[in-house]
């Protein structure tokens, strides 16, 4: 019979846990790991997030807020998020991302801000 105090087993059980579960997460696809509307690190969904962001920042008529929308791209589907400051502002927005990934690849979760500043 194993004399070892009972802690040291509960240890070597933790070590051997944590170990195994360690090994399991080097073994999977990052890329594919992400939670929906999370940006993935695949070098596609990264540079269609770059592109879209690029086209969003240089437009000048855009506000702050619009600007700095959250922009993650998920196995080639670009998520919007955050507040912009109007209907229309919303919908350059949108557009800029349909024109760059596709209308059927943008998923706008954008809101529309009431408190009218931000420019």
């Given at each position: 019979?194993?004399?070892?105090?009972l802690t040291g087993r509960m240890v070597a059980l933790a070590v051997a846990t944590v170990l195994a579960v360690g090994a399991f997460a080097c073994g999977r696809d990052e890329s594919r790991s992400a939670a929906p509307g999370a940006q993935t690190t695949a070098a596609t969904d990264r540079d269609?997030?770059?592109r879209v962001r690029q086209a969003i920042s240089s437009d000048d008529s855009l506000s702050t807020s619009a600007k700095n929308v959250q922009i993650a791209t998920n196995d080639?589907?670009?998520?919007?998020r955050g507040a912009v400051q109007s209907p229309q502002?919303?919908?350059?927005?949108a557009a800029k991302a349909k024109q760059i990934a596709g209308a059927e690849r943008v998923d706008d979760q954008l809101q529309v801000a009431s408190n009218g500043g931000g420019r």
């Open positions: 019979m194993d004399r070892r105090p269609l997030t770059q080639g589907t670009v998520t919007l502002e919303r919908q350059v927005v």
